[in-house]
Protein backbone atom coordinates (compact mmCIF):
# COMPACT_ATOMS: atom_id res chain seq x y z
CA UNK A 1 0.00 0.00 0.00
CA UNK A 2 2.57 2.21 1.32
CA UNK A 3 6.28 2.49 -0.71
CA UNK A 4 9.46 4.52 0.28
CA UNK A 5 9.42 7.01 -2.29
CA UNK A 6 12.04 9.68 -3.78
CA UNK A 7 10.57 13.13 -3.15
CA UNK A 8 12.69 14.40 -6.41
CA UNK A 9 10.11 12.78 -8.27
CA UNK A 10 7.02 14.75 -6.19
CA UNK A 11 5.24 16.94 -8.51
CA UNK A 12 4.96 20.02 -6.11
CA UNK A 13 4.14 22.34 -9.24
CA UNK A 14 1.10 20.32 -9.58
CA UNK A 15 0.47 20.61 -6.15
CA UNK A 16 1.23 24.00 -5.50
CA UNK A 17 -0.72 24.89 -8.50
CA UNK A 18 -4.15 23.15 -7.18
CA UNK A 19 -3.64 24.94 -3.67
CA UNK A 20 -3.32 28.02 -5.16
CA UNK A 21 -6.69 27.91 -6.73
CA UNK A 22 -8.12 26.68 -4.36
CA UNK A 23 -7.07 29.41 -1.90
CA UNK A 24 -8.15 31.91 -4.54
CA UNK A 25 -11.61 30.15 -5.01
CA UNK A 26 -12.01 30.82 -1.25
CA UNK A 27 -11.56 34.41 -1.99
CA UNK A 28 -13.74 34.62 -4.76
CA UNK A 29 -16.72 32.58 -3.13
CA UNK A 30 -16.38 35.25 -0.37
CA UNK A 31 -16.82 38.02 -2.46
CA UNK A 32 -19.77 36.62 -3.75
CA UNK A 33 -21.21 35.50 -0.34
CA UNK A 34 -19.26 35.60 2.97
CA UNK A 35 -21.68 32.69 3.97
CA UNK A 36 -20.33 30.04 2.12
CA UNK A 37 -17.13 30.68 3.42
CA UNK A 38 -16.44 28.60 6.67
CA UNK A 39 -17.60 25.74 4.76
CA UNK A 40 -15.43 26.23 1.31
CA UNK A 41 -12.33 26.75 3.56
CA UNK A 42 -13.52 23.69 5.86
CA UNK A 43 -13.13 21.67 2.47
CA UNK A 44 -10.09 23.49 1.13
CA UNK A 45 -8.59 21.61 3.88
CA UNK A 46 -9.92 18.58 4.01
CA UNK A 47 -9.18 18.17 0.38
CA UNK A 48 -5.25 19.08 0.82
CA UNK A 49 -5.35 16.33 3.63
CA UNK A 50 -7.14 14.11 0.99
CA UNK A 51 -4.23 14.63 -1.78
CA UNK A 52 -1.13 14.43 0.31
CA UNK A 53 -2.23 11.32 1.84
CA UNK A 54 -3.58 9.93 -1.50
CA UNK A 55 0.00 11.23 -3.28
CA UNK A 56 1.61 8.83 -0.83
CA UNK A 57 -1.00 5.66 -1.24
CA UNK A 58 0.08 3.74 -4.06
CA UNK A 59 -1.99 3.64 -7.36
CA UNK A 60 -1.66 0.17 -8.05
CA UNK A 61 -3.41 -1.18 -4.31
CA UNK A 62 -6.01 1.83 -5.33
CA UNK A 63 -6.72 -0.28 -8.78
CA UNK A 64 -7.15 -3.47 -6.94
CA UNK A 65 -10.92 -2.13 -5.80
CA UNK A 66 -11.61 -0.86 -9.17
CA UNK A 67 -15.11 -3.29 -9.33
CA UNK A 68 -16.17 -2.85 -5.85
CA UNK A 69 -15.27 1.32 -6.66
CA UNK A 70 -18.05 0.80 -9.80
CA UNK A 71 -20.27 -1.06 -7.99
CA UNK A 72 -20.29 1.54 -5.35
CA UNK A 73 -20.37 4.27 -8.04
CA UNK A 74 -23.28 3.20 -9.58
CA UNK A 75 -25.12 2.31 -6.46
CA UNK A 76 -24.76 5.45 -5.38
CA UNK A 77 -26.06 7.12 -8.36
CA UNK A 78 -29.36 4.68 -8.00
CA UNK A 79 -30.25 5.62 -4.16
CA UNK A 80 -29.67 8.92 -4.88
CA UNK A 81 -32.62 8.71 -7.21
CA UNK A 82 -34.32 6.92 -4.29
CA UNK A 83 -33.60 8.65 -1.37
CA UNK A 84 -32.08 11.84 -2.25
CA UNK A 85 -33.09 15.70 -2.15
CA UNK A 86 -34.99 16.82 -4.92
CA UNK A 87 -34.24 20.92 -5.82
CA UNK A 88 -36.04 22.59 -9.18
CA UNK A 89 -37.15 18.99 -10.39
CA UNK A 90 -33.25 17.78 -10.08
CA UNK A 91 -32.82 14.41 -7.59
CA UNK A 92 -28.71 15.41 -7.22
CA UNK A 93 -28.28 15.22 -3.63
CA UNK A 94 -28.21 13.70 0.01
CA UNK A 95 -28.41 15.74 2.62
CA UNK A 96 -27.05 14.63 5.96
CA UNK A 97 -26.74 16.62 9.02
CA UNK A 98 -27.00 20.14 7.06
CA UNK A 99 -24.43 18.64 4.60
CA UNK A 100 -25.09 18.37 1.40
CA UNK A 101 -23.34 15.16 -0.53
CA UNK A 102 -23.73 15.09 -4.55
CA UNK A 103 -23.14 11.56 -6.18
CA UNK A 104 -22.49 12.85 -9.48
CA UNK A 105 -19.70 14.77 -8.73
CA UNK A 106 -17.39 11.85 -6.71
CA UNK A 107 -18.37 9.32 -9.73
CA UNK A 108 -16.33 11.07 -12.06
CA UNK A 109 -12.99 10.51 -10.08
CA UNK A 110 -14.20 6.92 -9.30
CA UNK A 111 -15.21 6.08 -12.60
CA UNK A 112 -11.91 7.61 -13.94
CA UNK A 113 -10.28 4.98 -11.30
CA UNK A 114 -12.59 1.98 -13.40
CA UNK A 115 -12.54 2.48 -16.69
CA UNK A 116 -8.50 2.81 -16.12
CA UNK A 117 -8.28 -0.02 -14.92
CA UNK A 118 -10.50 -1.88 -17.20
CA UNK A 119 -9.02 -0.53 -20.54
CA UNK A 120 -5.28 -1.17 -19.43
CA UNK A 121 -6.32 -5.04 -18.81
CA UNK A 122 -7.42 -4.75 -22.68
CA UNK A 123 -4.16 -3.09 -23.47
CA UNK A 124 -2.38 -5.67 -22.35
CA UNK A 125 -3.77 -8.04 -24.36
CA UNK A 126 -3.99 -6.02 -27.55
CA UNK A 127 -8.34 -6.59 -27.90
CA UNK A 128 -9.04 -3.02 -27.16
CA UNK A 129 -10.30 -2.49 -30.90
CA UNK A 130 -12.91 -6.12 -30.41
CA UNK A 131 -16.32 -5.88 -30.56
CA UNK A 132 -16.73 -7.62 -27.21
CA UNK A 133 -14.78 -4.83 -25.35
CA UNK A 134 -16.20 -1.75 -27.34
CA UNK A 135 -19.87 -3.30 -26.45
CA UNK A 136 -18.65 -3.97 -22.56
CA UNK A 137 -17.26 -0.54 -22.71
CA UNK A 138 -20.96 0.91 -23.78
CA UNK A 139 -22.86 -1.29 -21.35
CA UNK A 140 -20.48 -0.42 -18.52
CA UNK A 141 -20.32 3.46 -19.76
CA UNK A 142 -24.61 3.04 -20.13
CA UNK A 143 -25.89 2.36 -16.48
CA UNK A 144 -23.98 5.16 -14.57
CA UNK A 145 -24.58 7.68 -17.72
CA UNK A 146 -28.08 6.65 -18.10
CA UNK A 147 -28.95 7.05 -13.89
CA UNK A 148 -27.12 10.80 -13.85
CA UNK A 149 -28.91 11.47 -16.75
CA UNK A 150 -32.57 10.21 -14.93
CA UNK A 151 -31.47 13.07 -11.83
CA UNK A 152 -30.76 14.81 -13.97
CA UNK A 153 -27.47 16.16 -14.49
CA UNK A 154 -26.75 16.64 -18.49
CA UNK A 155 -23.74 18.88 -17.68
CA UNK A 156 -21.97 16.08 -15.99
CA UNK A 157 -23.07 13.49 -18.14
CA UNK A 158 -21.67 15.34 -20.65
CA UNK A 159 -18.32 15.91 -19.56
CA UNK A 160 -17.83 12.40 -17.75
CA UNK A 161 -18.80 10.89 -21.41
CA UNK A 162 -16.41 12.88 -23.20
CA UNK A 163 -13.17 12.19 -20.49
CA UNK A 164 -14.09 8.20 -20.85
CA UNK A 165 -14.24 8.28 -24.50
CA UNK A 166 -10.93 10.56 -24.71
CA UNK A 167 -9.66 7.77 -22.33
CA UNK A 168 -10.47 5.15 -24.48
CA UNK A 169 -9.28 6.91 -27.87
CA UNK A 170 -5.79 7.55 -25.73
CA UNK A 171 -5.89 3.84 -25.12
CA UNK A 172 -5.80 2.69 -28.62
CA UNK A 173 -9.32 3.13 -30.27
CA UNK A 174 -9.00 2.94 -34.27
CA UNK A 175 -9.34 5.90 -35.87
CA UNK A 176 -11.68 3.89 -38.35
CA UNK A 177 -14.49 3.38 -35.76
CA UNK A 178 -14.05 6.69 -34.69
CA UNK A 179 -14.46 8.19 -38.32
CA UNK A 180 -17.41 5.58 -38.76
CA UNK A 181 -18.81 6.53 -35.26
CA UNK A 182 -18.92 10.70 -36.19
CA UNK A 183 -20.40 9.82 -39.05
CA UNK A 184 -23.70 8.37 -37.40
CA UNK A 185 -23.28 10.42 -35.14
CA UNK A 186 -23.56 13.93 -36.77
CA UNK A 187 -26.89 13.10 -38.53
CA UNK A 188 -28.41 11.65 -34.95
CA UNK A 189 -27.25 15.38 -33.36
CA UNK A 190 -29.27 16.93 -36.03
CA UNK A 191 -32.71 14.96 -35.89
CA UNK A 192 -31.56 15.16 -31.58
CA UNK A 193 -32.00 19.04 -31.82
CA UNK A 194 -34.88 18.76 -34.67
CA UNK A 195 -36.49 16.08 -32.35
CA UNK A 196 -36.47 18.39 -28.89
CA UNK A 197 -38.08 21.42 -30.75
CA UNK A 198 -40.96 19.56 -31.17
CA UNK A 199 -44.05 20.39 -28.63
CA UNK A 200 -44.74 16.70 -27.38
CA UNK A 201 -41.33 15.77 -27.09
CA UNK A 202 -40.70 13.42 -23.87
CA UNK A 203 -36.54 13.35 -24.46
CA UNK A 204 -35.69 16.50 -21.91
CA UNK A 205 -37.30 18.39 -19.71
CA UNK A 206 -38.74 21.71 -20.60
CA UNK A 207 -36.21 24.20 -18.55
CA UNK A 208 -33.24 21.88 -20.47
CA UNK A 209 -35.36 22.76 -24.13
CA UNK A 210 -35.20 26.11 -23.33
CA UNK A 211 -31.38 26.17 -22.62
CA UNK A 212 -30.98 25.34 -26.09
CA UNK A 213 -32.93 26.91 -28.39
CA UNK A 214 -32.15 30.01 -26.72
CA UNK A 215 -28.47 29.56 -27.49
CA UNK A 216 -29.62 28.59 -31.33
CA UNK A 217 -32.33 31.90 -31.20
CA UNK A 218 -31.82 34.09 -28.58
CA UNK A 219 -33.58 36.89 -29.81
CA UNK A 220 -36.81 34.62 -29.16
CA UNK A 221 -35.56 33.82 -25.65
CA UNK A 222 -34.59 36.36 -24.02
CA UNK A 223 -35.55 35.33 -19.75
CA UNK A 224 -33.62 32.37 -20.50
CA UNK A 225 -30.26 34.28 -21.72
CA UNK A 226 -30.40 36.69 -18.97
CA UNK A 227 -28.05 35.17 -16.66
CA UNK A 228 -25.55 34.54 -19.17
CA UNK A 229 -25.62 38.19 -20.10
CA UNK A 230 -25.68 39.42 -16.77
CA UNK A 231 -22.55 37.25 -16.38
CA UNK A 232 -20.81 38.57 -19.76
CA UNK A 233 -21.84 41.90 -18.38
CA UNK A 234 -20.10 41.10 -14.72
CA UNK A 235 -16.65 39.76 -16.32
CA UNK A 236 -16.64 43.02 -18.69
CA UNK A 237 -17.23 45.23 -16.04
CA UNK A 238 -13.71 44.15 -14.57
CA UNK A 239 -11.94 45.90 -17.53
CA UNK A 240 -8.02 45.09 -17.87
CA UNK A 241 -7.32 44.90 -13.93
CA UNK A 242 -10.42 44.17 -11.83
CA UNK A 243 -12.42 45.82 -9.48
CA UNK A 244 -10.69 43.73 -6.15
CA UNK A 245 -12.39 41.22 -3.89
CA UNK A 246 -15.84 42.42 -3.29
CA UNK A 247 -15.79 45.35 -5.80
CA UNK A 248 -15.03 48.85 -5.70
CA UNK A 249 -18.29 50.28 -5.97
CA UNK A 250 -20.79 48.34 -4.04
CA UNK A 251 -23.63 49.87 -5.80
CA UNK A 252 -22.84 48.29 -9.11
CA UNK A 253 -21.43 45.45 -8.83
CA UNK A 254 -22.96 41.89 -9.70
CA UNK A 255 -22.70 40.57 -6.03
CA UNK A 256 -24.11 43.33 -4.61
CA UNK A 257 -27.19 43.77 -6.94
CA UNK A 258 -27.59 40.08 -7.22
CA UNK A 259 -28.16 39.77 -10.63
CA UNK A 260 -26.68 36.36 -11.08
CA UNK A 261 -28.12 33.29 -9.01
CA UNK A 262 -25.70 30.59 -8.04
CA UNK A 263 -22.59 32.63 -8.57
CA UNK A 264 -20.49 31.25 -5.97
CA UNK A 265 -20.95 27.74 -8.31
CA UNK A 266 -21.66 27.62 -11.77
CA UNK A 267 -21.15 31.22 -12.79
CA UNK A 268 -18.39 31.53 -10.31
CA UNK A 269 -15.95 32.53 -13.34
CA UNK A 270 -18.02 35.80 -13.38
CA UNK A 271 -17.17 36.80 -9.92
CA UNK A 272 -13.47 35.49 -11.19
CA UNK A 273 -13.99 38.17 -14.13
CA UNK A 274 -14.95 41.40 -11.78
CA UNK A 275 -12.71 40.81 -9.01
CA UNK A 276 -9.62 40.15 -11.17
CA UNK A 277 -10.29 41.46 -14.80
CA UNK A 278 -8.73 40.85 -18.00
CA UNK A 279 -5.28 40.03 -16.68
CA UNK A 280 -6.52 38.09 -13.46
CA UNK A 281 -8.73 35.67 -15.62
CA UNK A 282 -5.79 35.02 -17.99
CA UNK A 283 -3.43 34.24 -14.90
CA UNK A 284 -5.92 31.57 -13.31
CA UNK A 285 -7.11 29.81 -16.69
CA UNK A 286 -3.37 29.59 -17.08
CA UNK A 287 -3.37 27.65 -14.11
CA UNK A 288 -5.76 25.72 -14.76
CA UNK A 289 -3.93 24.77 -18.10
CA UNK A 290 -0.57 24.42 -16.10
CA UNK A 291 -2.18 21.69 -13.95
CA UNK A 292 -3.94 20.02 -16.94
CA UNK A 293 -0.34 20.04 -18.74
CA UNK A 294 0.86 18.37 -15.47
CA UNK A 295 -1.52 15.86 -15.65
CA UNK A 296 -0.47 14.84 -19.18
CA UNK A 297 3.39 14.84 -18.34
CA UNK A 298 2.67 12.82 -15.70
CA UNK A 299 0.53 10.34 -18.20
CA UNK A 300 3.53 10.21 -20.30
CA UNK A 301 6.04 9.40 -17.41
CA UNK A 302 3.68 6.88 -15.79
CA UNK A 303 5.30 3.32 -15.60
CA UNK A 304 2.23 1.71 -16.59
CA UNK A 305 -0.95 2.01 -18.76
CA UNK A 306 -3.27 2.12 -15.78
CA UNK A 307 -0.91 5.35 -14.80
CA UNK A 308 -1.13 6.97 -18.01
CA UNK A 309 -5.02 6.63 -18.39
CA UNK A 310 -5.50 7.74 -14.88
CA UNK A 311 -3.17 11.40 -15.21
CA UNK A 312 -4.21 12.05 -18.63
CA UNK A 313 -8.28 10.93 -17.40
CA UNK A 314 -7.52 13.73 -14.56
CA UNK A 315 -6.05 16.00 -17.15
CA UNK A 316 -8.67 15.82 -19.26
CA UNK A 317 -11.38 16.20 -16.90
CA UNK A 318 -10.55 19.57 -15.72
CA UNK A 319 -10.32 20.65 -18.95
CA UNK A 320 -13.18 19.82 -20.16
CA UNK A 321 -14.73 20.97 -16.78
CA UNK A 322 -13.34 24.46 -16.79
CA UNK A 323 -13.99 24.85 -20.77
CA UNK A 324 -17.30 24.01 -19.88
CA UNK A 325 -18.06 26.18 -16.73
CA UNK A 326 -16.00 29.29 -18.37
CA UNK A 327 -17.53 28.98 -22.05
CA UNK A 328 -21.36 29.03 -20.11
CA UNK A 329 -19.83 32.25 -18.03
CA UNK A 330 -18.97 33.84 -21.29
CA UNK A 331 -22.06 32.83 -23.28
CA UNK A 332 -19.73 30.85 -25.79
CA UNK A 333 -21.90 27.43 -24.89
CA UNK A 334 -25.46 26.81 -23.78
CA UNK A 335 -26.61 27.71 -20.39
CA UNK A 336 -25.50 24.15 -18.37
CA UNK A 337 -24.53 24.08 -14.64
CA UNK A 338 -20.77 22.43 -13.85
CA UNK A 339 -18.76 23.60 -11.09
CA UNK A 340 -15.39 25.31 -11.92
CA UNK A 341 -12.39 23.01 -10.93
CA UNK A 342 -10.75 23.86 -7.31
CA UNK A 343 -13.18 27.24 -7.51
CA UNK A 344 -16.59 26.77 -6.91
CA UNK A 345 -18.12 26.43 -3.91
CA UNK A 346 -18.62 22.34 -3.20
CA UNK A 347 -17.72 19.67 -0.73
CA UNK A 348 -17.84 16.92 -3.05
CA UNK A 349 -16.35 18.71 -6.29
CA UNK A 350 -13.52 19.82 -3.93
CA UNK A 351 -13.04 16.15 -2.71
CA UNK A 352 -13.50 14.60 -6.01
CA UNK A 353 -11.08 16.43 -7.47
CA UNK A 354 -8.56 16.35 -4.62
CA UNK A 355 -8.61 12.63 -5.08
CA UNK A 356 -8.17 12.63 -9.00
CA UNK A 357 -5.17 15.52 -8.36
CA UNK A 358 -3.60 12.78 -5.44
CA UNK A 359 -3.72 9.79 -7.28
CA UNK A 360 -1.93 11.77 -10.25
CA UNK A 361 0.65 12.86 -7.69
CA UNK A 362 1.28 9.44 -6.51
CA UNK A 363 1.81 8.57 -10.56
CA UNK A 364 4.33 10.66 -10.98
CA UNK A 365 6.25 9.98 -7.68
CA UNK A 366 6.85 5.80 -9.69
CA UNK A 367 7.32 7.01 -13.01
CA UNK A 368 9.47 5.06 -15.60
CA UNK A 369 12.80 5.25 -15.78
CA UNK A 370 14.29 6.25 -18.95
Not at 188 to 206: D, G, K
Not at 251 to 265: H, P, R, W, Y
Request: charged share 10%.
Amino acid sequence: MLKKYSLRNYNFILLISVIILMILGVFVIKSVNEDFVNKQSVGVGLSIVIMLVLSFVDYHFISKFYIPLYIFTSALLLLVLIAGSTVNNATRWFTIAGITFQPSELSKALLIIFFANFLSRRMEDENINTVKTIFTFIILLGIPIFLIFREPDLSTLICITMVLLTMFFIAGLSYRIIIVTLLILIPVFSVFIWYVQQPNQTLLYEHQVKRILSFIYPSEYEDETMQQENSVMAIGSGQLMGKGIGGNDEQTSTTATNLISEQQTDFIFSAVGEAFGFFGSVIIIGIILLIVLQCIRTGRRARDDTGMLMATAMGSLIGYQSFINIGVATRLLPNTGIPLPFISYGLTSLISSAIGIGIVLNISLQRKKY
